[in-house]
């Protein structure tokens, strides 16, 4: 019938999605290879002032007491800000895609931080190598904190991986805590159910599931979803809620409503 070919169809492009997913965003970065294709997250230092250096800190010189470890930096529409905003802060930069890597050593402000700085190309769904933690371990000598930082890239990972990718930031986490005795949290934002692009996609997969016009998946996340994943990794969260935003576009005076979740999570008790 022709409901039935369209399931197959679905299905179909379903298995496609689950194996080919992250080679779409090597062909976006590629595309968009000025990396001005998302806006600077100046509002994170906002968002998130609860866990991040206070402003004071700024004024303390050369001494670095955050280490701040970014899960799918992109262009470094996050990380830049921050290392802005906060002079006391080291980043260590992952990003699955090579190609994001490379275009973001190339950007303007790239030079200016680059004592900063570390990258490392991590496929978070797979754990975290030794060389990564090798990274983070001497940086830690030098700090006292550590922040991971997950904005809008969970959301780009098919649901199948999602406990999968939570499970090893949590591995890491432990591995810090066991050597360093450092606390460390996961600062996350991203797409909520309800959001207003939620609606505009054309190719759905499953529940709160899109696909969007170049190939790269969108999840919508539920408070409730996330904290049932949270748990099962082995972490609580400090914050968990929905962020509303109202746009208003001046020129077609088009309402849009914006929803994301953001949430704050620290290893469970032992």
């Not at 968009?32 to 600077?40: E, L, Q, S, T």
């Not at 998130?48 to 262009?75: K, M, R, T």
């Not at 969970?154 to 606390?183: F, R, V």
């Amino acid at each position: 019938t022709k409901y039935g070919a369209k399931t197959v169809q679905i299905e179909a492009e379903e298995n496609f999605a689950i194996t080919n997913e992250w080679e779409k965003w090597n062909s976006f970065f590629s595309k968009h290879h000025k990396g001005d294709f998302f806006k600077p997250r100046r509002y994170l230092s906002q968002e998130f002032s609860n866990f991040l250096p206070s402003l004071a800190c700024n004024s303390c010189g050369e001494s670095y007491d955050w280490v701040i470890i970014e899960v799918g930096c992109g262009h470094g529409c996050s990380m830049f800000p921050l290392l802005e905003t906060f002079s006391s802060i080291l980043y260590i930069a992952t990003d699955y895609s090579n190609e994001a890597l490379s275009i973001l050593s190339t950007q303007s402000n790239y030079e200016k931080f680059s004592t900063r700085i570390e990258t490392y190309n991590w496929d978070v769904v797979k754990p975290p190598t030794p060389d990564l933690s090798g990274k983070i371990v001497r940086l830690l000598n030098q700090s006292i904190v550590l922040s991971f930082l997950a904005v809008f890239t969970i959301s780009a990972i098919h649901p199948d991986y999602h406990l999968n990718t939570l499970q090893n930031i949590a591995a890491l986490m432990h591995e810090m805590k066991s050597i360093h005795n450092t606390q460390s949290v996961i600062l996350f934002r991203d797409y909520g159910v309800h959001d207003m692009t939620m609606y505009r996609h054309r190719i759905r997969h499953g529940e709160n599931l899109y696909r969007r016009s170049d190939g790269t998946l969108a999840y919508y996340f539920t408070t409730a979803y996330l904290s049932k994943l949270a748990q099962e990794a082995g972490l609580v969260p400090i914050e968990l809620e929905y962020a509303t935003v109202r746009v208003v576009n001046r020129k077609t005076n088009e309402t849009m409503n914006r929803v994301f979740v953001h949430a704050v999570f620290k290893l469970q008790d032992i």
